[in-house]
T-cell receptor
Framework: DTEVTQTPKHLVMGMTNKKSLKCEQH?????MYWYKQKAKKPPELMFV???????INESVPSRFSPECPNSSLLNLHLHALQPEDSALYLC???????????????FGPGTRLTVL | GQNIDQPTEMTATEGAIVQINCTYQ??????LFWYQQHAGEAPTFLSY????GLEEKGRFSSFLSRSKGYSYLLLKELQMKDSASYLC?????????????FGRGTSLIVHP
């Protein structure tokens, strides 16, 4: 199984809503990532979890709250978002950070988020 | 940190060969990746280089020169389905963690 799954595929939410994005992989990968991607732009790294611990937070606003319940699951909790947060949110996983050839990332299909 | 540069857009003809260049500046280099991304879809892995030289995979090849901070992706026998964005991503190890950074991507348009 070389698949990273993400739910939901599409999400529309108001600025006062609380919602969560979910990501799952069963490849035994120990690093998981959240990226934000705007149209015609490259993916921007938001968070990195390494062995279920948050290792990188790229100065992301606190209205985005990541959670890694176990080595297969990664959540992104959303609260009080702004319209400019509308984007494609990509989850990725890799075997382990820092290993040559070991950090090839496998991406999920993404969640298309629209904030009204 | 990295400074990754690649052309914004390229066009080519079906059946031809195209080379997409990527230059970067980084410390703690841990490899360079190329990904393909079709519009509205997730990036998919194409190639990985950590040592100097050419890696060939079917119609796609990737080259790396670490001393020059330079890589290219070579696509042969272009097909219409190769129209996509091609992302150069540099992996940098910092403080024991892996920090991947993507270039802005090169939009390749293949026409008949």
């Amino acid at each position: 199984d070389t698949e990273v799954t993400q739910t939901p595929k599409h999400l529309v939410m108001g600025m006062t809503n609380k919602k969560s994005l979910k990501c799952e992989q069963h490849m035994g990968h120990r690093a998981m990532y959240w990226y934000k991607q705007k149209a015609k732009k490259p993916p921007e790294l938001m968070f990195v979890y390494s062995y279920e611990k948050l290792s990188i937070n790229e100065s992301v606003p606190s209205r985005f709250s990541p959670e890694c319940p176990n080595s297969s699951l990664l959540n992104l909790h959303l609260h009080a978002l702004q319209p400019e947060d509308s984007a494609l949110y990509l989850c990725a996983s890799s075997h382990a950070p820092g290993l040559a050839g070991g950090d090839t990332q496998y991406f999920g299909p993404g969640t298309r988020l629209t904030v009204l | 940190g990295q400074n990754i540069d690649q052309p914004t857009e390229m066009t080519a003809t079906e059946g031809a060969i195209v080379q997409i260049n990527c230059t970067y500046q980084t410390s703690g280099f841990n490899g360079l990746f190329w990904y393909q991304q079709h519009a509205g879809e997730a990036p998919t892995f194409l190639s990985y280089n950590v040592l100097d030289g050419l890696e060939e995979k079917g119609r796609f090849s990737s080259f790396l020169s670490r001393s020059k901070g330079y890589s290219y992706l070579l696509l042969k026998e272009l097909q219409m389905k190769d129209s996509a964005s091609y992302l150069c991503a540099v992996s940098e190890v910092s403080g024991g963690s892996y920090i991947p950074t993507f270039g802005r991507g090169t939009s390749l348009i293949v026409h008949p």
